[in-house]
């Protein structure tokens, strides 16, 4: 992954805490959810500076057209798959999310299935950016 992409990521992650954020109550099982993806993608005040962001400001914004919205559901993923574990409450916050962005809850449930086990179902390197794209694109159109 290049540095333009992990600064696509951090934006998308930063899009996704602003979301839960304005809410008037988290819950603390989203809020360690969140803050363990900002952990394993290494988040620091830099990070912050880069995506010119001012977290006392901070709010969600519609990533716009159908393929950004593509790309930050890709990005999600990514996130998830950081630690190659998959928990229950990662998959909850990607329903949440992935709703907001006006996509159903069960093609993401389905999505995550896909990915999980394309791992063992090849054996040739996976391009899970690819497979994401093409399984959108099938179950939402």
Request: charged content about 30%; glycine content about 2%; some cysteine.
């Amino acid at each position: 992954m290049n540095t333009e992409q992990l600064i696509s990521i951090k934006r998308s992650y930063f899009n996704i805490l602003a979301l839960f954020l304005q809410e008037d109550k988290i819950e603390s099982r989203f809020i360690l959810c969140l803050l363990k993806w900002g952990f394993q993608l290494g988040l620091n005040p830099e990070d912050l500076k880069l995506a010119n962001i001012d977290v006392s400001n901070l709010r969600f914004a519609d990533p716009g057209d159908k393929i950004a919205k593509l790309e930050s559901i890709y990005h999600l993923v990514y996130m998830i798959y950081l630690d190659e574990v998959v928990e229950d409450i990662e998959l909850e916050v990607a329903s949440i999310y992935a709703e907001k962005l006006e996509f159903k809850a069960d093609t993401v449930s389905e999505l995550f299935k896909s990915i999980a086990t394309a791992a063992y179902d090849q054996s040739k390197p996976r391009n899970v950016h690819q497979e994401v794209m093409e399984f959108l694109k099938i179950h939402e159109d």
